[in-house]
């Protein structure tokens, strides 16, 4: 999960998560990782489309960004 977290944060490049939110609510979210600080990741939420603060505790797990590849003839 880290090695992801940090190149995101590295490469800008989107990850998916799924994470339990302070509501008990599970969610997925599209992120790109802006800042590691302890244990918060601050990241951009394509769900919110702002900034997001993030508990590393609440992170269920974090997978490439899937991506639709579309056929060509």
């Not at 998560?17 to 790109?32: E, G, H, L, P, V």
């Amino acid at each position: 999960m880290n090695f992801l977290l940090e190149k995101s944060l590295k490469e800008s490049h989107p990850v998916e998560m799924i994470y339990f939110a302070a509501n008990n609510q599970i969610t997925q979210r599209r992120i790109i990782v802006k800042e590691i600080r302890g244990n918060y990741v601050k990241a951009f939420c394509f769900l919110r489309n702002d900034e997001r603060l993030f508990k590393v505790d609440n992170i269920l797990s974090v997978m490439p960004e899937k991506r639709q590849f579309l056929k060509t003839s």
